[in-house]
């Protein structure tokens, strides 16, 4: 850009991640296409100050490893709060199996509305933060809410291709992959209420769909429960 070029600046875009999650939520799912990631990374630093805050998870679309941004921030977040924060990079083009990256965070195959529905385990007390793309938010926006997320508990800012319509088909997957993951979740609830009501022991995790991943635990259930998700 030369000096003096005419430069147009916009907003807002939607509703900007602080002044929309839902109160009471234990966790906010943020995913963004591209730069849309950097303002939910500047949310999770100031959100992390606070000891009492929810879990922050981050998905970042990309084209290829070369795009990913604010990596380093990220990284940053994800050694200081390790058990309150975590971040995926999504990669849309095919990576080699040789191909290698200095930055740190987990690695899904594909675009975001395909790779991140299976990794969320549930959508249970839940705020979703989607902004980027126009068809990508309003696809994933419309998943969640066909998966009966309620309505407060998904937000959005579109920063491009706003007049896309989404896709119904995507809206489709978005969906079945999200009522699967709560139908799970159900079940290990549900196991871990059995266990609590037989023991009397108290499930030695803080999320009742995550106390099957303890291997004591898997192996008493396993016993005595033949339908155990593994």
């Known amino acids: 850009m030369e000096a003096g ?18 109160p009471g939520v234990d966790r906010v799912v943020g995913i963004a296409t591209g730069a849309g990631l950097a303002p939910l990374v500047g949310y999770a630093e100031r959100a992390l100050r606070n000891a009492d805050g929810p879990r922050i998870e981050l998905f970042g679309g990309f084209a290829s490893l070369a795009d990913i941004c604010c990596a380093k921030e990220l990284d940053a977040l994800a050694e200081a709060h390790p058990s309150k924060f975590s971040w995926t990079a999504c990669i849309s083009k095919p990576m080699a199996c040789t191909a290698v990256t200095s930055v740190g ?64 088909d995507v809206v489709s997957l978005v969906a079945i992959e999200l ?52």
Do not use: M
Not at 5 to 22: L, S
């Open 179 to 230: 009522r699967k993951l709560d139908a799970q979740d159900a079940r290990q609830a549900e196991l871990a209420r059995r266990l609590v009501a037989e023991s009397g022991k108290a499930v030695p995790v803080e999320e009742a769909g995550e106390w099957y991943d303890a291997e004591e635990w898997h192996q008493h259930f396993y016993r005595d429960f033949k339908d155990f998700p593994t």
């Open 105 to 168: 965070g987990a690695r899904a195959s594909g675009r975001v509305t395909r790779s991140v529905p299976p990794l969320l385990r549930t959508t249970r007390d839940t705020h979703f933060h989607l902004i980027g793309n126009g068809a990508f938010v309003k696809e994933f926006k419309a998943g969640c809410l066909e998966a009966g997320v309620p309505e407060e508990r998904v937000t959005t800012e579109i920063y491009f291709n706003g007049k896309a319509e989404p896709d119904p």
């Open 5 to 22: 070029a005419a430069v147009r600046f916009g907003g807002k875009f939607g509703t900007p991640i602080e002044d929309g999650v839902a």
